[in-house]
């Protein structure tokens, strides 16, 4: 069974700050990846970054980077130089190898930018 | 083109109405997803087609009717709701198979009002 745990509660970051927020998962399958989705108040999902369980390299996308920390199971989102169009719901998720693999999200955390 | 449109984007149906939600991808995806999601929570899986046959139902109740008329289309049809489905109904497709980690691309979501 495969489970991401968020559990920051609501998270508050200066405008031009950068911010870190936190997802842990646990899985006893080798082949994963990890996403990282946001969800403004619009409702769309919009995908921002992925790690792969055999990269070398952290991932990074722009202005997000992934910290992947496979022994300890973490992979946490960094936002650097956060801008108002920041705030909304993000949604640490994992899936396996495998045609019919889901993906399973955390249950998210609002990160609300202050001008 | 790396969108998934929906329509409509708004629906308020009485529980004895039918009706249909829609979703269009051009990027030549071959899996397709339905979700559920209630405010301030993670969506949650209905079904997935790949390659157009319906590969996971995760036990839904037979009042939500998914099809999948071509590779670009997927519908799900609403028949005899009731309130408690009300919630955001997004729409996903990916490239599909089992052979690497491929991001869902979501869709904006219909926003559905059940009376």
New interface residues.
């Given amino acids: 069974a495969q489970k991401i745990t968020q559990t920051q509660p609501g998270m508050f970051v200066q405008e031009k700050e950068a911010v870190t927020l936190d997802c842990t998962y646990d899985t006893s399958d080798p082949s994963?990846?990890l996403?990282w989705?946001k969800q403004p108040s619009?409702?769309?999902?919009?995908?921002l970054i992925?790690q792969?369980s055999y990269d070398q390299q952290n991932a990074t996308e722009g202005r997000y980077s992934l910290n992947f920390q496979k022994a300890r199971k973490s992979a946490n989102l960094v936002i650097s130089a956060s801008q108002l169009g920041d705030s909304a719901?993000y949604?640490c998720a994992m899936?396996h190898?495998?045609?019919?693999?889901?993906?399973t999200?955390?249950?998210?955390i609002?990160l609300s930018v202050r001008p | 083109d790396t969108e998934v449109t929906q329509t409509p984007k708004h629906l308020v149906m009485g529980m004895t109405n039918k009706k249909s939600l829609k979703c269009e991808q051009h990027m030549g995806h071959r899996a397709m997803y339905w979700y559920k999601q209630k405010a301030?929570?993670?969506?949650e899986?209905m079904f997935?087609y790949?390659y157009e046959k319906l590969?996971?139902n995760e036990s839904v109740p037979s009042r939500f009717s998914p099809e999948c008329p071509n590779s670009s289309l997927l519908n799900l049809h609403l028949h005899a709701l009731q309130p408690e489905d009300s919630a955001?109904y997004?729409c996903?497709s990916s490239q599909?198979?089992?052979?690497s980690?491929n991001?869902?691309?979501?869709?904006?979501?219909t926003?559905l009002t059940v009376l």
Avoid at chain 2, 40 to 43: D, T
Avoid at chain 2, 103 to 109: R, V
Wanted: net charge positive; aromatic share 22%; no cysteine.
């Fill in positions: 994963y990846g996403f989705y619009s409702g769309e999902m919009i995908f992925y792969g719901m949604f899936r190898y495998g045609a019919n693999s889901k993906l999200f955390g249950k998210g609002t | 301030k929570k993670p969506p899986l997935v790949s590969s996971i955001l997004l996903a599909g198979g089992g052979r980690y991001e869902q691309f979501f869709g904006p979501g926003r």
